[in-house]
């Protein structure tokens, strides 16, 4: 890597990683906000208020990781343009050392986004969902009040007759209603918390299993005995899937062990592993409308740094559409990319060459 290469990495990660710093602050006192009924509803301290909202910040991250990195890099070759850098760095006909240089930031921003989207991002879910099980079992077992409707999340709300004993509950009932599609009903006449070792469950004995759909379809099942994890219970969005709290490594682990992997699972793997494609097509097609030099003395009316926002907007319609998966994640990085490597190629043409040496002079 070359001195010039090595100036413009430098360059590149203190603009990203400055914007990053202060997007994440913000976006972490935002998390705070959000779930500060963890503090005020359910009797919980400080200290579970910010780390809750700490192992929320992964998947957010992620998603605005690649955006700050394009807008660094306009904001980067901006400062080379105010000083009359970038001017040098074409006269001197170092256009490989500056695109070597973007390559290894892209390169080096993708796999960073990688570790945090296949291993960090599962690992703080899982944490998440155990922390919350854990202030479910404490809601459940010690805050429930006979008689007294509770909301332990928002859409859960749970009420019991009376209890008896440590973790005995008589009369239990509670209305689930976070699926838009599905809303369940559970009652029993005791139930009790335990644990299995893997964490918390809740035993309901003598009851009935109540589903209503949003077409006012109705079915009810009778059961002696039915467990339902607290885990499922107390998150935020029923239908939610437990593999994002695995991290990549232990699914395939267990699909090459079962000879098989299910549709929604193999979806998931592509769109951690397109996380990665996405910051390299976003940092070639910035650098393709960046990097070049121009003798406007003003700005332009439309400010460079909302492009990123416009092509992240553009990259992600493809998830939007009933494709196959491997399209679905995989098109919309690909276009972009595809598009950056075109105005690249068009600019250094000769005539694009042209066009640029006047802008120099």
């Excluded at 910040?57 to 904001?75: D, K, S």
């Excluded at 509670?174 to 009903?185: E, I, S, W």
């Excluded at 992997?261 to 097509?281: D, Y």
Aim: overall charge positive.
């Amino acid at each position: 890597m070359s001195r010039l290469s090595s100036y413009l990495v430098r360059l590149f990660a203190r603009e990203s990683v400055s914007l990053l710093a202060v997007m994440l602050g913000l976006l972490f006192l935002v998390q705070c906000l959000k779930i500060f009924d963890v503090v005020v509803v359910q009797g919980q301290n400080i200290l579970t208020l910010i780390g809750q909202a700490a192992l929320s910040m992964p998947p957010l991250a992620v998603v605005i990781a690649y955006v700050c990195m394009g807008i660094g890099i306009v904001r980067a070759f901006g400062a080379l343009q105010a000083s009359h850098e970038l001017h040098i760095i074409h006269t001197n006909r170092r256009i490989g050392s500056v695109f070597s240089g973007v390559v290894l930031f892209s390169l080096a921003g993708a796999a960073l986004v990688l570790l945090v989207t296949n291993f960090v991002e599962p690992w703080a879910n899982r944490r998440l969902d155990d922390w919350s099980a854990s202030i479910a079992a404490d809601v459940v077992g010690r805050t429930l009040t006979p008689h007294r409707f509770n909301q332990v999340v928002p859409g859960v709300t749970i009420v019991i007759g009376g209890r008896a004993g440590i973790g005995n509950i008589t009369q239990f009932f509670a209305d689930d209603q976070r699926d838009p599609l599905t809303r369940r009903t559970y009652s029993a006449r005791t139930a009790k918390i335990a644990s299995d070792g893997r964490g918390y469950l809740l035993e309901l004995h003598d009851g009935t299993l109540q589903y209503l759909t949003k077409g006012t379809d109705f079915s009810e099942i009778a059961f002696k005995t039915y467990d339902i994890g607290l885990t499922q219970l107390v998150q935020a969005t029923a239908n939610r899937d437990p593999n994002e709290a695995r991290t990549t490594y232990e699914i395939v682990a267990t699909a090459l062990a079962e000879h098989q992997m299910a549709p929604a699972t193999w979806r998931l793997l592509l769109k951690r592993l397109a996380e990665g494609l996405r910051v390299i097509s976003m940092c070639v097609f910035m650098a393709a409308v960046a990097a070049f030099p121009h003798a406007r003395r003003r700005r332009t009316r439309f400010p460079l740094e909302l492009v990123p926002l416009l092509v992240a907007y553009a990259g992600n319609l493809t998830e939007n559409f009933a494709l196959p998966p491997v399209l679905s994640q995989f098109a919309g990085p690909t276009a972009v990319l595809i598009a950056g490597l075109a105005i690249l190629g068009f600019r250094l043409l000769p005539h694009g060459r042209t066009k640029v040496q006047e802008s120099v002079a």
